[in-house]
């Protein structure tokens, strides 16, 4: 499966890094950047979410929320999350679900681990609708955060 621009983006729950549910809808009302990444700890992961970080205002100043996803379990995340600072939701798909329905999963992903998320990145506008996706088949590439901050210039 694929998320395309123009789709309505699939609903989801997961467990945040304190172990709390958060769904898409609660964020509602705001556009949300949802970044998908492989692995907790590992160099370009780092990167790419301390980037986020330190950009966070540039999304709060778009009326958009950061959300972060990998298939890390909650623990793993809690302290990824706490290491590096993160100042927005960090949640585990754990059960690789919603990587699959985004079709940002790796089947087989380095040195034979299975069900990796890919690092990929969407736009929502407040209604939910696909207005950026970009999924990388390259882990070691970052999103383009340009264009992702284009596209919320526009809807802001």
């Known amino acids: 499966m694929s998320i395309n621009i123009g789709d309505i983006a699939p609903s989801f729950t997961l467990l945040d890094s304190d172990l709390k549910d958060v769904n898409l809808s609660d964020y509602d009302g705001k556009n949300k950047v ?12 780092t990167t790419e979410l301390c980037q986020m970080r330190d950009d966070v205002a540039k999304y709060n100043d778009a009326n958009a929320q950061v959300l972060a996803i990998s298939v ?30 985004y079709g940002s999963i790796y089947e ?29 088949e390259n882990a070691g590439n970052l999103p383009n955060f340009e264009a992702i901050e284009e596209v919320l210039t526009q809807l802001s």
Do not use: I
């Open 34 to 45: 949802v970044l998908f990444f492989p692995l907790a700890f590992t160099g370009v992961c």
């Open 72 to 101: 890390d379990s909650p623990f793993t995340l809690a302290k990824f999350k706490a290491e590096n600072e993160l100042n927005f939701p960090v949640l585990s798909d754990f059960n690789k679900e919603v990587s699959a329905t």
């Open 108 to 136: 087989v992903f380095v040195k034979g681990l299975k069900g990796v998320s890919k690092r990929s990145a969407f736009v929502l506008d407040k209604n939910n609708t696909v207005k950026y996706a970009e999924v990388l």
